[in-house]
């Protein structure tokens, strides 16, 4: 396959490609696994910094340094989140103008670097500070990561790639609740040892993940925007070569060329004008979808361990042992139903679910309020709106990262995860753990009724103008700024 050009490199040059339209016509390979896993990863350290807040608070109440409260354990989420905040929009806007390899090396350096450091913590504002840092380097690897991912997959695999891997934040969640089990435990560590070596468990996992992605190559597309055309060229040509070598035929290429000027970067202005101008009923989507996720998941999750304390006097070295079932159908939402929404498509598959999270949530807070659930069933309730509520939050990224160009989308990611997570997710479980702090399940149910809402209004707005993006090339959802006009 001879990919068609002109020289390429300098402002003013029209090129033509077909590098893009060569990715998405691959069989899936051995290069697609391995990249999944080494990048995929993320959101399973994620899982597991959120699952640790949580499933550590009696820890934390209890360590003679920290001595929090129920009020310090919401706030440590939320400063948790202000840091993914930041971390989203600097390293988004870097990942763009510098490339997606360089940035997801440097946020999971400073991951690796602040999560150890918060094992060390010596004071409540110590703890608050490496938990911000932390934050920052998973907010920053949300936005590189979710590009490259997105711009290496098979248009036809897209949905569900994408769903299952963030899916995989609830295998972190499963090992930070495992963690917290045996490290909590009296007579294995427990004390203020064992919730310090749970969060050592992080920076091990990071500095494996940083071997594995040693051999992962820049983003071809990336390449190409910014004119350096050969060596996208060699990239596919790489993979194209892998895959024939496992015994793979590739098809034919039938989409037409692109026509592109490359270009250093793109100037705040258009940004800001692509997206609140030109694509502003897209940002609109993405903006719900986001804010309502992040204030569903954020405020039950942070205080969930708070809810099986104070609410059914579950052991806090035992809280790990909930959190387990929770984790198993927040995994298996993406993973079974990831598929369907690149089949029966993108507008009905994130309204679903989107609508039914939001009315299972209501129903279990009015059962929670009325003392209807042993902690048993408290937890089987939670598994079943968390297998829906998983794969709408999952779709959420998986929106956002597909329907705006290439040039901006690592930014795009970030100023909606940014919106969407800073209201949703700081307010949520600052809301939460003020609400728990009354000892009163009347109140607790308000918080789940605003997250009802706010989940079936999000549906309503992606099933009036949601995209359609199932299948296509990410080129054909959004053109590229630099593409030449015809």
């Known amino acids: 396959m001879t990919d068609l050009h002109l020289p390429a490199g300098k402002p003013g040059t029209v090129f033509e490609t077909d ?21 995929g990863i993320t959101w399973l350290l994620d899982g597991l910094e959120v699952t640790l807040a949580g499933s550590v608070s009696g820890a934390l109440k209890a360590s003679p340094e920290l001595r929090m409260s129920n009020f310090d354990i919401g706030l440590a989420g939320g400063v948790y989140i202000a840091g993914a905040v930041l971390g989203a929009l600097l390293f ?41 840092l932390t934050g920052m380097g998973i907010g920053g690897e949300y936005t590189a990561i979710n590009s490259t991912i997105q711009e290496f997959t098979p248009a036809r695999y897209r949905g569900w790639v994408d769903l299952t891997i963030n899916g995989t934040f609830w295998l972190g969640a499963a090992l930070g609740a495992g963690g917290a089990i ?74 037409p060329a692109l026509r592109l000027h490359p270009r250093d970067h793109t100037p705040l202005g258009e940004i ?9 009923r897209r940002a609109l989507v993405g903006m719900t979808l986001l804010t309502a996720q992040a204030f569903f998941y954020n405020a039950i999750f942070f205080t969930y361990a708070l809810v099986l304390t104070d609410f059914y006097q ?25 598929r369907l929404f690149d089949v029966i498509g993108r507008r009905v598959m994130i309204s679903l679910t989107y609508a039914v999270s939001g009315v299972l949530l209501a129903l279990s807070g009015y059962a929670f309020a ?36 290439l040039e901006i989308r690592a930014l795009a990611i970030a100023v909606f995860y940014a919106f969407g997570t800073g209201l949703g997710g700081i307010i949520g479980p600052t809301l939460f753990g003020q609400l728990i702090q009354t000892q009163q399940r009347g109140s607790l149910l308000i918080g789940y009724l605003i997250g ?12 009036i103008w949601g995209v359609a993006a199932e299948r296509q090339a990410l080129e054909s959802v959004a053109r590229p700024l630099s593409q030449a006009k015809d």
């Not at 990715?23 to 899936?28: E, M, N, Y």
């Not at 009802?452 to 099933?463: D, R, S």
């Open 92 to 132: 988004g806007w870097l990942t763009d103008r510098l490339g997606r390899r360089k940035l997801f090396f440097i946020t999971l350096w400073l991951y690796i670097g602040a999560t150890a450091a918060t094992a060390f913590s010596f004071s409540l504002e110590s703890f608050l500070l490496f938990r911000f």
């Open 452 to 463: 009802a809402a706010l989940m079936c209004g999000a549906a309503l707005v992606q099933a």
């Open 272 to 280: 800001f004008y692509t997206l609140f101008v030109s694509f502003r």
């Open 19 to 39: 590098l893009p339209a060569r990715l998405d016509r691959l069989p899936w390979g051995r290069f697609h696994t391995l990249l999944v896993f080494a990048l």
């Open 182 to 255: 045996v490290l909590l435990d009296p007579n294995v560590v427990g004390g203020d040892l064992g919730w310090r070596l749970c969060f050592g468990i992080g920076a091990a996992l990071g500095l494996i993940i940083l071997v594995m992605r040693l051999w992962l190559p820049e983003s071809p597309r990336w390449l190409l925007i910014h004119g350096r055309h050969d060596e996208a060229r060699r990239i596919v040509e790489g993979i194209e070569a892998r895959l024939r070598d496992q015994g793979h035929t590739l098809p034919a290429v039938n989409s």
């Open 314 to 338: 579950v052991p806090a070295e035992q809280v790990g042992w909930y959190v387990l079932p929770l984790a198993l159908g927040n995994f298996c939402g993406p993973l079974l139903l990831g």
């Open 370 to 405: 009325q003392g209807w659930f042993d902690v048993t069933q408290q937890a089987i309730a939670w598994m079943v709106i968390f297998f829906f509520a998983s794969a709408a939050a999952s779709s959420a990224y998986l929106t956002v990262a597909e329907t705006f160009p």
